[in-house]
């Protein structure tokens, strides 16, 4: 049995029916009509949500979402994305969320999926994911059409999900076999996701459905049904109350250009910059340094991994949806960037020792995310090289890129944000900022006027040392294949790590390099590099007992960055709050909560990713560029507002408040 807090869901239980329909045993129903699924995709859901009007609802505007309940065998995803090819009048952006219990796998979906979009079951098979709870974001047809999967319970998820619906598809099993998919809760749930004037569609007339989505409202209409069904459910979004908490995501202003400013290049930057030029944007990329990738992305090799937790923590929920990030923002000819491999994770001390045992209780992931093996947990995981990594990211024609900028504050002039230097001169302009500056970006904000002081987005730097060693100076490491960390940690670099530390002489004629690591040093303990040396050498003392080679030290190279980190350990990552109402009247943020505080427009943060940047830097920048676009967020919002960078403004305001 699953422990509550598993994220492993229950896969569909597909059977065939007496009549050889494909069924449900722990629902006792059919997956879709016996007349055919296709022919009831079209007649009560497309035709339901105007979809196969001339023109359809979706015709010549920029995106158009679906959100769905029930996503069983994906034949209304497939037939909508059918639609929206055939269409020449069709939306650029197809957005199609969609909220699932039990999913099924991926040969169930070929092998169920009508012959006329088999190619397209096919191209949606190979990208299925793993049966785990939260949100899964897959790019399809060229990335313009986006599909969200929600693992889960409807009824916990829709609560947490942010995203405009113009179509509504209510499926799922019929209302007296699966009753938690048709409650009142869920459909105001779903009402708070939907944009007024949307449409709504269903197979099911019952009565407590129509009187839910009544009082959600939706005004009813009854259509003739399809398949034996005298009548299908059509409905129209009309609420007679205005929004207040739930506010729905906004498109950018078409009147503004899709134009920003990154500041900063490690891989936060290089990750928004990227992000934001595959959206479509022109990007201006300000880097203070000679070069991208320095601070704490300086390292030549980095360890993007899964952080498993007993009880399925925001961190560990983090991290997998990270890695799936990182998989999507990686080029497809990227084998000499990044190595995915599972590495083995063993306790750093007595602590982790015994959490890691409770791991093995309570962890339930496919082995692909993570299993427990003789040598200790082995996670999901990528070796990459950081400065390659972000050199592929920035290399968009969209993409410009100016290092040795020196900023002194950023000034908001109308429509635009003004990134001024020390004497005032404008060095870019654009209506959307994003700080991406590491430990520079507290002070930048309150030399700006915007926080009134670095604590209040408080960073600290955390100074590390690796060291590079050719695998052949340490013969117990040579035949090392995975990554392996416990108080330390080994790796093997990547090729373009290689050529990188080869330099453009390329007079090295080592291939075979180890990345060992990594320390954690304050301003007030710096170690020199050949104490951080002993230090690293001691940590992988659980890993191996034999030293290197006596004559390691002339093959030595050393590496040295600085991590910025938050005090929660989480990044900042989100639109920045306008303090000023609210610091003249504390009293009004006693009882707001995060998305009740008013932001500054056009300006987002992306900072503090401490010693995860290559695993969360690429889910970070989407959820940034969503945001701004006014997509589905490919996070649950508990997971967002853990990264709001407001969150310790809106603890210091209620603080004052309070005293």
């Known amino acids: 049995m699953k422990p509550p807090s598993s994220p492993l869901l229950d896969e569909a239980d597909l059977a065939p029916d007496t009549s050889g329909q494909p069924a449900s045993a722990r629902y006792g129903d059919v997956y879709a009509s016996r007349a055919g699924a296709l022919g009831q995709a079209r007649a009560v859901y497309l035709q339901g949500c105007g979809l196969l009007d001339a023109p359809a609802r979706w015709a010549g505007r920029d995106r158009f979402t679906v959100l769905e309940t029930g996503f069983g065998l994906g034949v209304n995803f497939l037939a909508t994305w059918a639609a929206w090819r055939a269409d020449p009048s069709r939306c650029a952006r197809l957005d199609y969320v969609s909220l699932e219990l039990h999913p099924v796998r991926a040969a169930d979906l070929l092998r169920h999926a009508p012959p006329e979009l ?223 491999v599972p590495a083995t994770l063993t306790p750093a001390d007595a602590a982790e020792a015994r959490r890691m045992q409770d791991w093995r209780r ?66 870019a302009r654009a209506p959307q900022i994003v700080l991406a500056t590491a430990l520079q970006t507290p002070h930048l904000l309150a030399a700006s006027g915007l926080i009134p002081g670095p604590e209040w987005l408080p960073l600290h730097a955390l100074r590390g040392q690796a060291q590079a060693l050719p695998a052949r100076f340490w013969p117990a490491l040579r035949n090392l294949r995975q990554p392996w960390m416990g108080s330390g940690y080994v790796l093997r670099l990547p090729e373009a790590a290689v050529r990188q530390l080869q330099g453009a002489d390329h007079a090295d004629v080592e291939t075979d390099w180890l990345l060992i690591g990594a320390t954690f040093e304050t301003g007030d303990q710096p170690l020199t590099p050949e104490q951080a040396w002993q230090h690293n050498r001691a940590g992988l003392s659980a890993l191996t007992t034999s030293p290197p080679r006596p004559d390691h030290a002339g093959a030595l190279r050393h590496f040295a960055g600085v991590r910025a980190a938050s005090t929660d350990r989480l990044p900042y990552c989100g639109p920045l709050a306008d303090l000023a109402p609210l610091r003249a009247e504390p009293q009004r943020a006693a009882g707001k909560q995060l998305h009740e505080l008013p932001r500054l427009p056009g300006l987002a943060v992306c900072a503090g990713l401490g010693s995860r940047g290559l695993t969360l830097a690429p889910l970070l920048a989407e959820t940034l560029v969503a945001g701004f676009e006014g997509h589905p967020l490919p996070l649950e919002t508990d997971l967002a507002d853990a990264l709001d960078p407001a969150r310790v403004a809106l603890r210091r305001l209620r603080h004052g408040a309070a005293s």
């Open 362 to 427: 309570t962890v339930q992931l496919p082995p692909e995310m993570a299993q427990w093996t003789a040598d200790g947990w082995q996670v999901d995981s990528a070796i990459l090289a950081n400065q390659a990594v972000c050199a592929a990211w920035l290399a968009s024609p969209r993409i410009s890129l100016r290092c040795g900028v020196q900023i002194a504050r950023l000034q908001h002039d109308g429509a635009s944000w003004n990134v001024l230097d020390a004497a005032g001169n404008s060095l």
């Open 118 to 340: 088999q190619p397209l079951a096919a191209e949606l098979a190979a990208h299925w994911p793993p049966p785990v709870r939260g949100l899964h974001r897959i790019e399809l047809g060229d990335a313009r059409v986006h599909l969200l999967l929600a693992f889960g319970d409807a009824t916990d998820l829709a609560p947490r999900l942010k995203l405009a619906a113009d179509a509504l598809y209510l499926d799922g099993f019929a209302p007296a076999r699966n009753p938690a998919l048709w409650t009142p809760e869920l459909f105001r749930a779903l009402a708070r996701l939907t944009r007024p004037g949307a449409r709504a569609a269903s197979y099911t007339v019952a009565h407590a459905v129509q009187k839910g989505l009544s009082q959600a409202g939706f005004e009813l209409a009854l259509q003739p049904g399809w398949g034996g069904k005298q009548q299908r459910l059509q409905a129209t979004f009309n609420p007679v109350w205005k929004r207040t908490r739930h506010t729905l995501p906004e498109p950018w202003p078409a009147a503004l250009p899709r134009h920003a400013v990154v500041i900063g290049a490690g891989l936060a930057g290089a990750a928004c910059a990227h992000a934001l030029a595959r959206s479509g944007w022109t990007v201006d990329v300000l880097e203070a340094g000679s070069h991208p990738a320095r601070g704490g992305s300086a390292m030549p090799a980095g360890l993007a991994h899964l952080q498993p937790s007993a009880d399925d923590n925001l961190l560990s929920r983090l991290t997998r949806a990270g890695m799936a990030a990182l998989r999507r923002a990686l080029p497809p000819d990227a084998a000499d960037l990044a190595q995915f």
